[in-house]
């Protein structure tokens, strides 16, 4: 049977207009200005809708363990709200333990996923330590199709890395065809500042952003940035929060390197105010990098619209407010850092970017779509509304109003982020490989829909300087 998409207006990432669009099996087959049902064939009436190239969240930490907990949110409540709210496609972080191989690691993870998957995903590796043994499993992860590599210059004692384990790892990734990301941020700074604020007995989570200031972030970008120009590769950087670690990305790019940049709906809609009045409900925000000011909102916004970050993904890394994060109760340094957002970015990027006339539309559909396909190997399977590429698309009724709340949210977690935040602009249906997985918020896939993506080598030869 066909899926036929009829009378919606197609934005990517360079064209707008009106089309027809025909998915037989779990392809785009055809694309016209209009095209007859046949018998048989399911028909979706897009009139006054807005269809993307489907969604992908390169940035997510499901059923991960992390400072002494484990995410709330696993394969299975992740991928169900991250269908809800429009996401096709997802990339998560298997993330191995001290010493643990990483072929383990990523078996483990495909255990998690597998079957228990709304949406298509794939893995990125987390290097946590560089040796003999790491350096030599990265190629057979590579051919598994685990073309993006991350590591951690923050989160010292735990995930964080040294500069000369930084630039091994970015040799071995150039050599055999990865891309590196990084937690751009100094750990020495931030554990030297967390134990400063404690010992004078600032314990209390509205001390967190002191302890992981803008200049911390503007270091480790500049640092990696350099590092990556001296092992002549490309850099991503994942979750930037501020204009210091913005600086850092223009400079790279003008001086002719490749490095990406990604932001995430937190650091574009929420304000460090939330730190402040809240007691230890702060709690709910603490996450690295932290929330910034409103003009750090704005100037991201503003790099979104000029091509200077090219990602918005959502860093979604929940944990329950009771339960959770009051691990931190008596100092903001054990609090679990991270937060959910997967089902949600979707809706506030449309929502507060499209309709308050921040981004246009083929720029929505760049960021969250084809440069992630692009960047992160998955293009043009991905990312793209094609003839040929994957039937994904990420429906958009621009009319629809809502709001986002914990009562709704398909999150496995206490909280909502953005509670309250009212919606102009939502998803309405979500069609992946050909089935249409979701409408009006309502789950209608199955849980072992999803496929696991086995992402093409990273080629810098493809990315010449922005
Ligand atoms: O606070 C955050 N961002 N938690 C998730 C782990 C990471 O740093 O990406
Ligand atoms: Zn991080
Ligand atoms: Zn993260």
């Excluded at 350099?226 to 950087?237: D, E, F, N, Q």
């Excluded at 860093?315 to 937060?339: E, M």
């Excluded at 496995?412 to 089935?435: A, C, I, P």
């Amino acid at each position: 049977m066909a899926l036929i998409i009829k009378n919606g207006t197609i934005y990517t990432a360079s064209d707008s207009y009106r089309a027809d669009i025909l998915a037989e099996g779990e392809k785009i087959t055809h694309i016209a200005g209009k095209i007859t049902a046949g018998k048989g064939d399911e028909v979706i009436d897009a009139s006054g809708l807005e269809i993307y190239p489907g969604a992908i969240d390169v940035h997510t930490h499901l059923d991960m363990p992390f400072m002494g907990t484990v995410t709330a949110d696993d394969f299975e409540s992740g991928t169900i709200a991250a269908a809800c709210g429009g996401t096709t496609a997802l990339i998560d972080f298997a993330t191995p333990a001290k010493g643990q191989p990483l072929g383990d690691a990523i078996k483990l993870w495909h255990k998690k996923a597998g079957g228990k998957s709304a949406i298509d995903y794939g893995f990125h590796i987390a290097i946590i330590e560089f040796n003999e043994r790491v350096a030599s499993e990265i190629p057979a992860l590579i051919k598994e199709g685990i073309t993006s590599i991350k590591c951690f210059l923050a989160y010292k004692g735990a995930l964080m890395i040294n500069d000369g384990e930084f630039i091994q790892t970015l040799e071995v990734a150039k050599r055999h065809g990865a891309l590196v990301s990084v937690h751009a941020e100094n750990g020495e700074m931030l554990t030297y500042l967390a134990g400063k604020l404690v010992a004078e007995g600032k314990t209390g989570p509205e001390y967190h952003e002191a302890s992981h200031p803008a200049i911390a972030e503007g270091e480790a970008v500049h640092r990696g940035a350099a590092l990556a120009k001296l092992a002549g590769t490309p850099l991503y950087i994942v979750h930037t929060s501020c204009k210091e670690a913005l600086d850092e990305i223009k400079i790279a790019m003008a001086d002719q390197r490749v490095i990406f940049g990604e932001t995430c709906p937190q650091y574009l809609l929420l304000s460090n105010k939330l730190y402040h009045g809240n007691g230890f409900e702060a709690a709910k925000w603490v996450m690295s990098p932290p929330l910034r000011d409103g003009e750090n909102n704005q100037i991201m916004w503003n790099a979104v619209r000029d091509g200077f970050i090219k990602v918005i993904a959502t860093d979604h890394c929940s944990f329950n407010f009771k339960g959770q994060k009051d691990a931190g109760i008596s100092s903001f340094a054990k609090i679990p850092n991270g937060a959910p957002g997967i089902g949600d970015r979707v809706n506030l990027v449309y929502s507060y970017g499209v309709a308050q006339g921040k981004i246009s539309r083929n720029k929505f559909a760049e960021v969250m779509s084809t440069n992630p396909a692009k960047i992160f190997g998955m293009f043009p399977k991905k990312g793209s509304i094609a003839i040929g590429s994957d039937a994904d698309f990420t429906i958009i009724d621009p009319a629809k109003k809502g709001k986002i709340s914990v009562k709704t949210s398909h999150h496995k977690v206490d909280y909502n982020s953005f509670e309250g935040f009212k919606l102009h602009g939502m998803n309405v249906m979500t069609v992946s490989r050909g089935r249409l997985i979701a409408r009006d918020d309502k789950f209608l896939g199955a849980i072992d829909h999803g496929q696991y993506l086995k992402r093409n080598k990273f080629n810098p030869d493809e990315w010449s300087a922005q």
